[in-house]
């Protein structure tokens, strides 16, 4: 069994930054892809960021230049650097986990949510 726990999230102001985490326990193999959705209110969920064991990375184009992904294996743990963030941020962002990039897009293992507000 995988247990994904977030925390980081919260209230900014638009141009500033927060700093998501998520730890991961259970099954070593099935945490190989670790990434970031989010969703909007009445819109689909949206994979913001991605990226494998091996440190290989994927955007949405809707954050590239301002996200950054990145993960401590040691610790299981990936972590999501939003930078100048924008009220259009503002969602409930879920970490998400997989054996594989591939598989993320439909993952098996999700976080509880967490809430981001950015005010304009």
């Known amino acids: 069994q995988v247990q994904l726990v977030e925390s980081g999230g919260g209230l900014v102001q638009a141009g500033g930054s927060l700093r998501l985490s998520c730890a991961a326990s259970?099954?070593?193999?099935?945490?190989?892809?670790m990434g970031w959705y989010r969703q909007a209110p009445g819109k689909q969920r949206e994979l913001v960021a991605a990226?494998?064991?091996?440190?290989?990375?994927n955007y949405a184009d809707s954050v590239k230049g301002r996200f950054t992904i990145s993960r401590d294996n040691a610790k299981r743990t990936v972590y999501l650097q939003m930078n100048s963030l924008k009220p259009e941020d503002t969602t409930v962002y879920y970490c998400?986990?997989?054996?594989?990039?591939?598989?993320?897009?439909?993952?098996?293992?999700w976080g509880q949510g967490t809430q981001v507000t950015i005010s304009s």
């Open positions: 998400a986990a997989a054996p594989t990039v591939v598989a993320l897009v439909k993952p098996r293992y």
């Open positions: 990226m494998s064991s091996g440190g290989n990375t």
């Open positions: 259970g099954s070593i193999v099935s945490v190989n892809a």
